[in-house]
Structures are given as structure tokens and as C-alpha cells.
Nanobody, 115 residues
Framework: QVQLVESGGGLVQPGGSLRLSCAAS????????MGWYRQAPGKQREFVAT???????NYADSVKGRFTISKDNAKNTVYLQMNSLKPEDTAVYYC?????????WGQGTQVTVSS
């Protein structure tokens, strides 16, 4: 059984940084990519970034140049380094695993950007 657990969220001032982690456990060897999505209050969940099993990355235009997705295969963990945070980055951030048969989601971690 696959489990994705996010951590690292919190309250940060505009211009600050946070690093989110997503620890994967279970049968994750079939994952061909992992990613981050976010959902702000009253809005639909939106794509943030993905990283493929080969290390190729893709970002939403709204976070390009500010966010960096990376992974540690030995730890089965994906990270999202978020710099120059803005109030509009406030959301619940979800980790997603792209499996061969289905997709998996974590429970989310809250990120609040406010002064």
C-alpha cells in the first residue's frame, strides 16, 4: 500500500522561503513521476511542479524561477524548495505520485504567506 506524507508547511512572511518534503512508502517502484499541486481556499487544485523518474522537471508559470522540485531516491522523498514566497502562494500543498495504474495523493500541508 502506497502512502505519501507531506511535511514542512507553515507560516512565512512574504519574500521568505520554505521547503516541503513528501516521503513515499510502499510500492512506489512503479512511479514514473512525482509532483506537487496546491489548492487555495475557494479555488480548484492546481499544478505546481513535477519531476520524472529520470529527473526531468516541469513547473507552472506562476512558480518558475522561485520554486525548485528535487528528489532523493535513497530516501524515497521529493522536495519542493519555495523561495520569494508571495501571499498568493498561500494554499494547501499536496504531493502526488504518478503510478503505472493509478495516481496517489498525500493529505496535504498548509502553507500561509502573510505579514
Amino acid at each position: 500500500q502506497v502512502q505519501l506524507v507531506e511535511s514542512g508547511g507553515g507560516l512565512v512572511q512574504p519574500g521568505g522561503s520554505l521547503r516541503l518534503s513528501c516521503a513515499a512508502s510502499g510500492s512506489t517502484s512503479s512511479f514514473y513521476a512525482m509532483g506537487w499541486y496546491r489548492q487555495a481556499p475557494g479555488k480548484q487544485r492546481e499544478f505546481v511542479a513535477t519531476i520524472s523518474s529520470g529527473g526531468n522537471t516541469n513547473y507552472a508559470d506562476s512558480v518558475k524561477g522561485r520554486f525548485t522540485i528535487s528528489k532523493d531516491n535513497a530516501k524515497n522523498t521529493v522536495y519542493l524548495q519555495m523561495n520569494s514566497l508571495k501571499p498568493e502562494d498561500t494554499a494547501v500543498y499536496y504531493c502526488k505520485g504518478y503510478g503505472a495504474i493509478r495516481e496517489y495523493w498525500g493529505q496535504g500541508t498548509q502553507v500561509t504567506v502573510s505579514s
